[in-house]
């Protein structure tokens, strides 16, 4: 059983999936599960995931049987997920390559942990954005 499932509700992000896809699968902790939910979109997006799918075990696509919504497919990777934790990662974003297995280690101490997040900009400068009452994920890497 995967120690950690990161569920990406899936629609319309051909231009972004691959990338975090990528940062799924290089993950520090190897013992995940990626699940891709096909909300129906009309681009490239899941023969992107498949592409990648064919690669690695640990991508599962599921597909809708029609558009739900981002929330609706959410709920259907949880019911598809095989691991006691979750993780949602929009496929339009990325993590950072240690995020499960500190995520791992920190929820041990708390019911939920959510992390904030760094805005980039095309150039490729990084503007911090964090949001209010949460345990701050620069701390956790000290």
């Given at each position: 059983m995967?120690?950690?499932?990161?569920?990406?509700?899936t629609f319309n992000v051909e231009k972004y999936i691959k990338k975090a896809l990528d940062s799924c699968i290089n993950q520090s902790l190897k013992d995940i599960e990626i699940i891709v939910v096909d909300d129906l979109g009309s681009d490239n997006s899941i023969k992107i995931a498949k592409e990648e799918a064919l690669k690695d075990k640990r991508i599962k696509i599921i597909h809708n049987e029609k558009n739900l919504g981002t929330f609706a497919s959410r709920n259907v990777g949880v019911l598809n997920s095989n691991s006691p934790y979750i993780m949602f990662l929009d496929p339009d974003d990325t993590l950072a390559l240690n995020a499960c297995e500190l995520a791992l280690k920190e929820i041990k101490e708390a019911n939920l942990l959510r992390f904030g997040f760094a805005k980039i900009d095309e150039m490729g400068g990084g503007i911090e954005e964090n949001l209010p009452n949460y345990k701050d994920y620069e701390e956790l890497k000290n």
């Open positions: 995967p120690k950690v499932s990161i569920i990406l509700p």
